[in-house]
């Protein structure tokens, strides 16, 4: 009777963990003020808004869109307007994406930043003059454009919705 009790626990213990760890639902945080849209579409109707850095708890995932819910409000916004939680959300199927050994694979979604920088790097980065005048004697003028582009045979096309700068031919 011992045993079988402890074989019922053995078994019914990971079932009831990965249920409850599957309904808790993702959550986020707003990367920026943005509208909330009755649908996943940019030219729905407005639900609602957000601020930057407002709790988010995202419903569902459509495309690039997430159904979030803000305070009393539910709606439509952009993935990229959203930090999900590292530590929250469907953990059930991190584990599985992990067993499987397909975690992380494709789920890239964006990059930001500058290639080849590290977050350290950048932070102690600082002002060198020498290096911008050096960067600068490499400007050249608008006639020295256009000579350029006369020996490489290439022609000039005009923009409508372009205009040229003051003082410059078009």
């Given amino acids: 009777m011992n045993k079988l009790k402890c074989l019922l626990i053995a078994v019914s213990l990971p079932a009831l963990l990965f249920a409850n760890v599957s309904m808790s639902a993702e959550t986020g945080s707003a990367l920026k003020n943005d509208s909330m849209r009755l649908e996943p579409f940019t030219d729905a109707k407005v639900a609602g808004s957000f601020n930057r850095g ?13 159904q979030v819910k803000a305070k009393n409000t539910t709606g439509w916004v952009r993935l990229l307007s959203v930090k999900r939680s ?7 199927a991190g584990v599985l994406a992990a067993a499987s050994g397909r975690a992380a694979t494709g789920q ?25 005048k050096s960067l600068e004697s490499y400007t050249k003028s608008a006639e020295q454009g256009r000579q350029f582009a006369s020996a490489g045979h290439l022609k000039p ?8 700068p003051k003082g410059e031919q078009k």
């Fill in 54 to 66: 407002d709790a988010l708890e995202i419903l569902k995932k459509q495309g690039a869109w997430l």
């Fill in 86 to 92: 590292a530590s929250n959300g469907n953990q059930a």
């Fill in 108 to 132: 890239v979604v964006s990059t930001t930043g500058i290639r080849g920088l590290s977050e350290q790097d950048l932070k102690a980065a600082k002002f060198n003059e020498t290096e911008v």
């Fill in 157 to 164: 096309i005009a923009f409508a919705n372009l205009t040229a």
